[in-house]
């Protein structure tokens, strides 16, 4: 294994630890799937772990992982609209 190939099976084992980690938090009650912190690490969790299943040409990872990452995106946007909303800013 290239020195290459080690950075990215480390960059997807950071990625793993992100959305378990994610995972674990929701499960114990210390993390809101709602909350930005849940969001973003998915969203990061899924982009790393879609990078090393791309890299390593693991497709079906990747495609199962590009959807992680889109549904973290349509959380955020979702949160950041009810906020957009509950503050009353005017919209155009």
Not at 70 to 80: D, Q
Request: glycine letters at 10%.
């Amino acid at each position: 294994m290239t020195a290459t190939e080690h950075l990215v099976t480390v960059v997807g084992l950071v990625g793993a630890a992100s959305i378990l980690f994610c995972f674990v938090a929701n499960l114990t009650g210390r993390l809101s799937p709602d909350a930005a912190t849940y969001l973003y690490l998915n969203l990061l969790g899924g982009a790393l772990v879609g990078l090393n299943s791309f890299w390593f040409q693991a497709y079906p990872a990747f495609i199962v992982n590009l959807a992680w990452m889109f549904a973290s995106m349509w959380g955020l946007g979702k949160r950041y609209a009810r906020r957009r909303a509950d503050s009353g800013a005017p919209r155009y």
